[in-house]
């Protein structure tokens, strides 16, 4: 077997612990041969004797107990040399004890164990720094012919992680920092010097001869993201960026794992501050139902609620393959959780009965409906039936069952609605009222906007179409609406379940409205696409039932804020309960035959103010079909 052979056949821990004991052995010999060196008559040190092997046996174990040989040379740094000062000065006071028990130190000069840990350390610092110098060197050669030069934009700590983690990559090899902090201009962050401000950021990345741009800045605002979204844009480079601080608080994202940037990083608002210690002690231990877990908004709701402690989760949903998926999911990061996936309609009562008696649920999220405004506008028994009548078997199970708390999932489509989807949500709202009078199930209902990236939403729709090369299909060029992220609204769902008391309806806080137009042109350009020349927006109409703007409060609620700052609470508008229940009596009758006449006639007697669309845009409405760049 050649020298070469035998070098590869051993490991590396081997390898390293090895050096480390031969170390030792020559500090402890270097130590005493300069302590005795300037001595008339010097004085040999004898390798074997069992002083010697004294020291290198305590040292041996101060080593492993400091976790020194796991330590990788390649990624030597700081905490490492830090961990060699520990293990050298426990080694020297160690070995001062053990030779004192032994012989009383006997011929050995007391000062040796001070010179011996400093020339350990040296002895064990310097090889690995200087093999990491190496290998460094070695990667910046390779990065040279084959990687992608990079600007890093911001100079903080995730820039400053970002850069050590591409200096491991051969993909990467970082140029420079862009910051905006004039005191960081011409200093150097793990070697890579801050070049200067995104005001000059086109410039800095012609001049650094820079390929790709990677975003550090996982703590700004949309704001901040949307300026720098537009300076990258603009030098027409490729970027990418880091995740949000919140993606990888809650275990969605990695620190440093670079994504595209998405449309949420665009829209994304302020971190939503919560109650977590009320939200926690809502749930933590309880058993809880959650209907249509399996969709969007449930899914994330299941997510949450099994991170916050739940003991026992049910999870009711139609749809198999959905309930199929967050079931593997939750098994696989909650395996403590007691888990309980059922497929069924929830507007079952038997199906329901089952449910709740298997559950014994504590809380309630019925988060189970129809969401699809045009699609629901000419199917009003199907979005009755599991809007409204679905609604009503629930809560009135939670109440037969002894349910604390029930959360009734709504929509800012229920004010004032000019949808069959947004009229049934506005009817479960008021069956939930009804429902709730003379018990003690504590019912509350949260109205939200949109969300990004549920089912059917708007924006994996234009993803598509912007992927088939266009056109990307809007409304109406002043269309607006409120988007919220799915996590920051199931946040903001719990933090209101554990606010209400009984009763209240909570409407959540959607930031601004964004023009459906300008969402689709920022997805065009983060597509790296120009809207108007690559991908051309098609304006096709409002279609029947769908508003140019939407509201989260009726004018007759008197809608306040209340102790969080993101959720505000409307006044119940009364009801007469005898004739809700009665219209609801006719309406599951004209359910049952299909007859969507007399439907409609419940609907009108429960909400005088609706207004059925025909099928056909009011003239007022129409726009013209028009594509962006003025074609017909």
Sequence with gaps: MSVSEFAGRIHPRTAVVVHDLVMTLLAWWLANTLRYAMLPYGQHLDLLSWPTLIVLGV???????????????????????????RAVIAGAVLIYLALFLYDRMAGISRSVLVIYPVLLAILLGVPRLAYRYWKDSQLDLFHDKHSHRVLVIGAGRAGEALVRDLRRDSRYIPAGFIDDDHSLRGSRLQGVPVLGGTDRLAALARGAGAEMLLIAMPSADKDQMRRIVSLCEATGLPFRTVPRLDDVVSGRAQFNELKEVAIEDLLGRDPVKLEWNAIRRSLTGQRVLVTGGGGSIGSELCRQIARLGASELTILDLSEYNLYRIEQELRAQYPELLLRCLIGDCGDAATCTNAFALARPQRVFHAAAYKHVPLLQNQLREAFRNNALNTRVVAEHSVRHGVESFVLISTDKAV?????????????????????????????????????????????????????????????????????????????????????????????????????????????????????????????????????????????????????????????????????????????????????????????????????????????????????????
């Design 59 to 85: 040292q041996a174990v101060v080593f492993y107990w400091t976790g020194l040989y796991k330590g990788l040379w390649r990624f030597a740094s700081v905490p490492d040399l830090w961990n060699i000062l």
């Design 416 to 632: 004032n609605p000019t949808s069959v989807m947004g009229a049934c949500k506005r009817i479960a709202e008021i069956i939930c009222q009804v429902v709730a009078e003379g018990h003690a199930t504590r019912f509350v209902t949260v109205r939200f906007g949109n969300v990004l990236d549920s089912a059917g939403s708007v924006v994996p729709l234009f993803r598509r179409q912007i992927a088939a090369g266009g056109p990307v299909t809007v409304t109406h060029p002043e269309i607006s609406r409120y988007f919220m992220t799915i996590p920051e609204a199931c946040q903001l769902i719990l933090q209101a379940m554990a606010m209400g008391a009984g009763g209240e309806t909570y409407a959540l806080d959607m930031g601004e409205p964004v023009r459906i137009r300008d969402l689709a042109e920022q997805m065009i350009r983060l597509a790296g696409k120009q809207p108007g020349r690559d991908i051309s927006i098609l304006y096709t109409g409002l279609r029947p039932g769908e508003k140019l703007f939407e509201e989260l409060f009726h004018p007759l609620e008197n809608y306040h804020s209340t102790a969080h700052p993101k959720i505000f609470e409307a006044a119940a508008r009364q009801q007469s309960a005898a004739l809700v229940l009665a219209q609801l009596a006719r309406a599951a009758v004209a359910v049952e035959a299909f007859d969507e006449d007399a439907l409609r006639g419940c609907v009108g007697s429960l909400l005088p103010a609706f207004r059925w669309e025909t099928g056909v845009v009011h003239s007022a409405e129409v726009v013209p079909l028009q594509r962006s760049d003025g074609a017909a």
